[in-house]
């Protein structure tokens, strides 16, 4: 039971913390709460499903290609919707969930409503401290933490990556560095669309994929970012594991019916008690 | 002042126009979409007195709109009650939970904010379907008692609500009350310094605002005869009550109402169109914030004056902040 | 004894962290005076205000108006009991009217509440009034947030005499003014305390106008007060000029 937990809760964790670090690194650069967020989710695993089930391509270079449309899609939500409107962050909110409904709408049109099953890496099942887990499962987990890993490298050891934190911390002073505000902009778009984009290829495959799939790992994610503290990485991470451990736990332990009411009681009173989460710092000077 | 009186008007034309409607039509289908309509005015309007004038925008109005349904149908188990009584009750039911929602989360704002009352909605939702031996679970209760057999009644009977309720929120809202709650929005520690408490008129406005959630609920509970999530708790109803209000435009009472007439008769003009008419209506949301920030009743009929109605000179920040393109500032504040 | 003083600030003392903003500060204001308080920056100026405003709590010490300790009270309470503060930087509302910034205030319970203002022709009157005062009253219908600098200054000061404050705190007015902008808000100042009979507290680094305009001063450096007394003795006094303008300063004494 203990293991299950520990291994289960692992994986859930992982797939967490790949949709909730891009919804934390939006909101930590530009101070936008995007809640298309859960789409590129959704459209990474749709247009796996076009590129290798309908035109039969490759499955690395359908995912490849599902992942730069992703990349391109974002961008043009962010250059044609969410810039004009960036001063008002209600107005982000109401513009960006109305483009998540706009595109189930037409996915459910192209695709139609029924669920679709993609592809698979890799097939069977795998045994760790004797608890049998299914290997897309593992996969998921490893692309997980991979990509956690490579995100903290890129942030914490390359220029680019350093540039955004600093926009991050003070866009202003960033300015004034010589920091150019509208690439770092732009590129914590693609990478937060990339992560939530690898999450639905590897993740879709044993989870269902229709045109709602948005809206939960979306709440999720915003959930998860603001317990661990709007702007905060690594405490969007660590929520996410502690969400992963909880849900996992409490789903075990009493049942499938309580672990969301759990979930939901814990994000209203971090709320209520520490609205600045559980990483977060005071951002009122 | 003197301009307002021009949208009175169209008000009044509007009123005797839907209390005219079942003389010019026998149609008792577009009568029943004309009954939905004047309910969701008044979510919309209910939503906007707390969300549009404080600038506490509420992504859980499912859960007072539910709470005075459920009321209703709690007590109908009992004995079979009768409109005149479960509105009040339905009403107060909200109110209740107003406070209860209201005073914890007092100190949240934008995306804080949302996502509380998100969660507490969403939380009363799983209740209700783990209860499902009291509340019916996802089946509902059924077995209200009717507002009256007579279609036509009902007609008007909800004309009569949708007019008084709006009106009482329309007259809040444009009484000092409004005013205050509009400064609260804008900048709560200089309304604090002008001496108002505005603790006490953030709770208010939660309260009012659950109210008239909670009585409209109560209402529609009769019309349908039926409690059920799907029917008044679920965050879908939310959203919509929050497409309305921003399509209409916030911040007036009749922009979020008339924003409730809009896509509702839109929504069935579209439905011709089968699934391209969810298409649509998304797409205008998205155009309306993005071209009309004021909403479009806002900006066509009430021509609302305000530096918002010219996008170009808003200002963003406040003197000697640097926007340009780092403008995102620091919105959706925190305390 | 205490009746004689409207304000009486009792060792105020505020710890933030590991700073001490303001350390045992006391002073005693009468009625009617024009008090000024001076100090570089991060003497604890605004500190001082913020406490006596209710924004925080101080630490420790006590603040007395007319004899009663207002001390931890809220900042709608303390103005409500007709002490009135402006900001550093300008807090309009910005989508509201000008018209309307100022009716904000007249709506609390000082300014007669919610059901005094019912009959609103009295308001509207004391609004006009009041922006007249400020010769704000031709862009009464304008939104606030389409002001200028100087006319959002007006707008500040406006909102607190809209309170018909007793004390009035204004934390630098004159800041971001240009030199034209600057005498007409110092004569709003001075005609609302002699008058009107308002007690003013302020706090400014515009030295030229400030010396001028106030009868006597508290200084701070560091959080502590260093020196009390009229201009005159203030500019003569060897702490203040040490520690406000640097050693061999005497700007301020030509000034």
New interface residues.
Partial sequence: MGYDILINGSINGAFYALLALGFCLMFGVARLVNLYHGSYYMLAAYFTYLFAVLLRWPLLLAVAASLSGVVAVAILVDRVCVNRVRQSSIAVMICTLGLAYFTQYLVRILFGPRYLSIPAFVSGNAGILGVVIPSTRLLAFGVGIGLILALWAFIGKTRAGRSIMAVAQDPEAATYMGINTAAAFTMATGISAFLAGVAGTVVAPFLSVDPGMWLLPLIKAFAIVILGGLGSLWGSVLAAFLLGYLETGVSLLLSTNVREIVFLAVVLLVLIIKPSGLLGKSLTA | MVKLFKPLNVVVVLLVLLLAMPLLTKNSYLLGVLILANIYAVYAAGWDLLSGYTGRENFGYALFIGAGAYAVGFISKVFPVQAWLSLPVGGLTAAAFGLLIGIPCLRLKGPYLALATLAAAAIAERVVMIFSGVTGGEEGMIGIAPLSFEPLNSYYYSVIFMAVSIGILYLIGH???G??L??IK??E??????????TFHKVLAFVVSAFFGGAAGAFNAHYMGYVGPDAVLNSTISLTVIIMAVVGGTGSILGAAGGAYLLTLLGEFLKRFGDFHLLFYTALLVLVVLFMPKGMINSLALKL????SEPV???VS???GHSGQVGPGRAGGRQ | MTQDYILEVQDLYKRFGGLEATRYVSFRVKAGELLGILGPNGAGKTTLFNQL?G?FPPTSGRILFKGWEITGL???QI??RGI??T?Q?????????VA?NV???C?????RG?IG??GQGGLRRWVTEVLEMVELAPKM?L?A??LT?GE?KKLEVA?AL??RPEIILLDEPFA?LGYQEIAPVAEVIRRLNAENGVTVLIIEHKLREFMRLVKRIVALNYGEKIAEGTPEEIVQNPLVVEAYLGKGGTALANS
């Fill in positions: 009484l000092p009350e005013l205050l509009k400064s804008q900048d520690t200089a309304a604090e310094a002008a001496g108002i408490n505005t004056p305000g530096p918002g000179s808003r200002p406040g003197p000697g | 405003s924004a809220k900042p709608y103005a409500n009135v503060r900001f930087i300008v807090r309009p509302f910005r989508e509201l009217t309307e009716t904000i205030p709506l609390s319970h000082r300014g919610l203002n019912l219908h939104a947030g389409l600098h959002l909102r809209a309170m971001g």
